[in-house]
Nanobody, 123 residues
Framework: QVELVESGGGLVQAGGSLRLSCAAS????????VAWFRQAPGKEREIVAN????????YYADSVKGRFTISRDNAKNTVYLQMNSLKPEDTAVYYC????????????????WGQGTQVTVSS
């Protein structure tokens, strides 16, 4: 069992920055691919970024490439999402999740989820 807790969300103006954190407890966190997803009202949950166990491999959705950075500190059992140059269309609830099996970009492939943190970007 892995418990994930996201933090760092909030209200920010367009062009601003936020840093989300995903703290894990329970089973060893180091063995998991971890991803950030987001879900806006009325839309499906979509992947934002993911990172492998060592941090040596990352993936970003086209919509955030060049603006967001995913990283992890396994000693602290924490994964981060640095979000810069935020846009109103980034407004969503952001979730972190650990990969279970299947395609890395698909929400159904992830087994453990946090409760989410709200990010709101005003224009």
């Amino acid at each position: 069992q892995v418990e994930l807790v996201e933090s760092g969300g909030g209200l920010v103006q367009a062009g601003g920055s936020l840093r989300l954190s995903c703290a894990a407890s329970g089973r060893p966190f180091v063995s998991y691919f971890v991803a950030w997803f987001r879900q806006a009202p009325g839309k499906e949950r979509e992947i934002v970024a993911n990172i492998n166990w060592s941090g040596s491999s990352t993936y970003y959705a086209d919509s955030v490439k060049g603006r967001f950075t995913i990283s992890r500190d396994n000693a602290k059992n924490t994964v981060y999402l640095q979000m810069n140059s935020l846009k109103p269309e980034d407004t969503a609830v952001y979730y972190c999740a650990t990969h279970r099996s299947g395609p890395l970009s698909t929400a159904s492939s992830y087994g453990y989820w946090g409760q989410g943190t709200q990010v709101t970007v005003s224009s």
